[in-house]
């Protein structure tokens, strides 16, 4: 722990006796959210990010001790810890080079050069080495003993080779050097497997691909790599450009161990040894490892997109607790209806069908409005799968032909609420009801309070991902709990109201406790105080310190369980309230008296004053809810389909994805359309989150519409030209001739260059970011490949244009 604290401290830069405080906090059992909050004066302020960065740190660099301390004894036990191999592994500081290290001492089945060894021949092996003057063959004789299974000079030759290239090849600090240099120059290089082109189709971009490695994105890395987990793929690293890219790493390893061309007698067999070490040896391990690498790095790219999308989408602003009528659009099948009260239980269903076959409009529109009259309805929630604008149509019509109830209507993401209609949690929520009407119900529910709603869904399910089932699940995992906890945790729970799910998510409530909660809840009666949580079954005094905060009980007997103050704190309120003469019901909201305190006055050895000051924060607006106003995309009249755009026609929409090569746009036509990054504002921007997140509403202009391929290209530069317009008559034409730059006639080389001028229709654009197709059915985040290829097309048009 020692070496831990001073590598975090400095990464975060910050004193190690913050990060020491965080540390022991954390593996105490306290929360990011807890520790961020509730422990400033402790950990210096530390925010959640930071914490949320150094937790991660923490697990790894514990790892790493564990794994150092087992190679130390490993070597330890062979005899043959020096002191200053032991000063190399302690002053190693990541696991690569820990495990270069210990290369050469680890156990392993027994190598060619084990054999080799034990047939006497490292003598040899030194012998040619250092003495480059004798003839190989010459000194290989003496070693000849077919006893020991060296069969003659060749024999004697092949096991002092094996010898050296083992000892070349496990040599650290040479490994570490060619390792970073290979990162430099590779070039990736991915063709199609024989016989396999209509297989894999969606991969077309990457059957003749080429792209440094260090420069491939993770949207394409992950591809590659799913074409190659497929059988479509094959995947090479080359080490670089030019006739012979392999010889700067050959020079290196020569000079590594003084061996060049002189024309003395052991030169040619030296120099030989170095080409095998760096093909047979160096190369075939450095190219796992920097496969390994870029993986990696786009798993954590993937994984950090996933989180901002998710963030974004649990933030967004909830329209309020106010009843609503959700709306499951379909077809055939009908239109799905859940009518729920303010606090979001069921009152009603039904279904309807308005649509084709039966054509039941009228009948529909009577229908809704006797629900909406009966319940006091306020809004509607409509679904944006399939048939969602022809539902919109239905519910305008209802607003117009009624407009005595009052109602406002808004089309919300529907993605994983098949998945929630099926899962064991809504099946005891909801036992009453079918599962196609759960659907609607969580439609309903996801416009009043989005986040209270999607918690019951696994992340990965509702559809802002890029590539997320390529990625390390348990990664992925972690990180979107991670999420989703701090997204609970800084709005705030109504400990009346929240579902079980919820309270899971809360500091410290484990599903155990959250259920327990829901039970005494529904036994004893709405809760009254925070304090009646102690007497909730297993919820001791640690795990109450830890929820209390962040639970909220509006109307109860203490006016300050429903803000952020926690229970600890009350007594400094106290203080406060005694200092201004003020009854706590007088001073809560009251900004005038609340901004002339000094918070210093307040302060004492347990809370200081940065606890001090988010308690006065706090009474001025107790319980703030940090999500935005609520505000709806409206959709263009008589633009329900990708027949009805036109290129030049400018839309509002919502931002349903974001991904590293731009956004998916929701315009109300069933099938989203991208912003490729190079549109999304009048400057260059590096990360589309600079400019947009999910849930945003923006402007955009339609740049190009493919009905066969269902594709529609964006851009949010409104003085934009559509495609066809102003390049002389290039149209899609030209724009698609781009695609294929770097894949025909130039081929692997031209491709690498298209890659470095930031182009190349190779390797364009994605292949299953997910999360931007919904024409079709219920797939609710819809066809992942087609949401790929999407994005390829897109991406390669915006190239084309640039080229």
């Not at 330890?76 to 191999?85: R, V």
């Not at 529909?364 to 309805?377: D, M, N, Q």
Request: glycine residues 10%; neutral net charge; aromatic residues 4%.
């Amino acid at each position: 722990m020692g070496a831990i604290i001073p590598v975090i401290s400095q990464e975060l830069g910050c004193h190690p006796r913050q990060v020491q405080a965080a540390v022991d906090l954390l593996d105490d059992g306290a929360t990011v959210p807890f520790i961020a909050r509730y422990r400033k004066e402790a950990t210096g302020g530390l925010d959640d990010i930071q914490l949320r960065h150094l937790a991660q740190r923490l697990v790894y660099l514990r790892e790493l001790e564990e794994r150092r301390a087992a190679v130390l004894a490993s070597i330890d036990e062979q005899g043959k810890l020096s002191d200053e191999l032991r000063a190399d592994l302690e002053a190693a500081e990541t696991k690569q080079r820990l495990e270069d290290l210990y290369l050469p001492f680890k156990p392993k089945r027994r190598t060619k050069a084990q054999i080799a060894r034990e047939a006497g021949l490292e003598p040899l092996a030194d012998a040619l080495l250092a003495d480059r003057t004798q003839v190989p063959e010459q000194q290989a004789a003496a070693y000849v003993d077919v006893g020991k299974g060296v069969a003659d000079v060749s024999a004697a030759l092949e096991g002092a080779r094996q010898i050296l290239m083992e000892r070349f090849a496990e040599d650290a600090e040479l490994a570490g050097q060619l390792r970073e240099r290979l990162w430099e120059v590779g070039i990736l290089v991915s063709r199609v497997i024989a016989g396999k082109e209509a297989e894999g189709a969606k991969f077309s971009d990457y059957f003749d691909y080429a792209e440094p490695i260090a420069k491939v994105p993770s949207h394409r890395a992950l591809a590659l790599f799913r074409g190659r987990n497929q059988g479509i793929l094959a995947l090479e690293l080359l080490a670089g450009e030019g006739e012979d890219p392999d010889a700067a790493f050959r020079g290196r390893i020569a000079q590594c161990f003084g061996i060049r061309e002189q024309g003395l007698a052991g030169d040619t067999w030296l120099i030989e040894t170095v080409r095998k070490t760096w093909r047979i040896k160096l190369m075939t391990r450095l190219d796992l490892d920097l496969k390994h690498r870029l993986l990696e790095a786009a798993e954590t790219e993937a994984i950090r997109v996933f989180a901002k999308n998710l963030k974004a989408l649990l933030l967004a602003a909830p329209a309020g607790r106010l009843p609503t009528i959700g709306l499951d659009p379909g077809l055939r099948t009908g239109v799905k209806v859940a009518v729920v009260d303010a606090t979001g239980r069921v009152v009603d269903t039904a279904t309807l069908y308005p649509h084709v076959p039966k054509n039941q409009w009228d009948a529909s529109i009577a229908a809704l409005a006797k629900l909406a009259a009966a319940h006091g309805v306020k809004l509607i929630s409509i679904g944006n799968g399939t048939a969602s604008r022809e539902t919109d149509k239905l519910a305008r019509e209802l607003i117009r032909r009624h407009p005595e109830l009052g109602l406002q209507s808004l089309v919300v993401s529907e993605a994983g609420a098949s998945v929630y209609s099926a899962s064991e949690y809504a099946s005891r929520e909801l036992p009453e009801l079918d599962v196609s009407l759960r659907g609607a119900v969580s439609i309903a529910r996801r416009l009043q309070d989005p986040l209270a709603e999607l918690v019951k869904i696994e992340p990965k399910a509702i559809g802002v991902g890029q590539y997320q089932h390529d990625v390390n699940q348990s990664g992925l995992a972690r990180t979107l709990d991670a999420v989703v906890e701090d997204c609970v945790n800084a709005v705030g729970v109504d400990l009346n109201t929240a579902s079980a799910p919820l309270l899971t998510q809360v500091s410290g409530l484990t599903q155990t406790l959250a259920e327990n909660v829901v039970r005494f809840r529904e036994d004893q009666g709405a809760f009254r105080s925070r304090a009646q949580l102690k007497k909730v079954p297993r919820l001791g005094e640690k795990t109450f310190q830890q929820c209390a905060g962040f639970l909220r009980i509006n109307d109860g007997d203490e006016p300050l369980d429903g803000s952020a103050v926690h229970p600890e704190a009350y007594p400094v309120v106290r203080r406060i309230l005694k200092e201004v003469g003020r009854d706590i019901r007088a001073l809560i909201g009251d900004r005038a008296t609340l901004s002339g305190l000094q918070p210093a006055r307040f302060a004492d050895e347990r809370f200081g004053e940065p606890t001090v000051r988010d308690i006065i924060a706090e009474l001025e607006k107790p319980g703030r809810d940090p999500r935005p106003e609520f505000k709806a995309a409206s959709f263009m009249e008589g633009v329900e389909t990708l027949s009805d755009l036109r290129p030049g026609m400018v839309l509002e929409g919502a931002v349903t994805n974001v991904t590293n090569f731009g956004a998916f746009v929701d315009i109300g036509v069933h099938q989203d359309g991208l912003v490729h990054i190079s549109r999304l504002a009048d400057r260059f921007v590096k990360d589309p989150y600079e400019v947009v997140s999910t849930g945003q509403l923006v402007k955009v202009k339609v740049l190009d519409v493919d009905l066969p391929r269902k594709r529609v290209s964006l851009s949010m530069r409104l003085d934009d030209v559509p495609e066809g317009e102003g390049q002389g008559g290039a149209g899609r034409a030209g724009a698609s001739s781009g695609v294929g730059a770097g894949r025909s006639g130039g081929g692997q080389r031209g491709a690498v260059e298209a890659g470095r001028r930031g182009g190349g229709g190779s390797g364009a654009g994605p292949v299953g970011a997910g999360g931007s197709g919904r024409s079709g059915s219920k797939s609710k985040s819809g066809s992942e490949e087609s949401a790929l290829a999407d994005g390829a097309m897109a991406e390669a048009f915006a190239k084309a244009r640039r080229r």
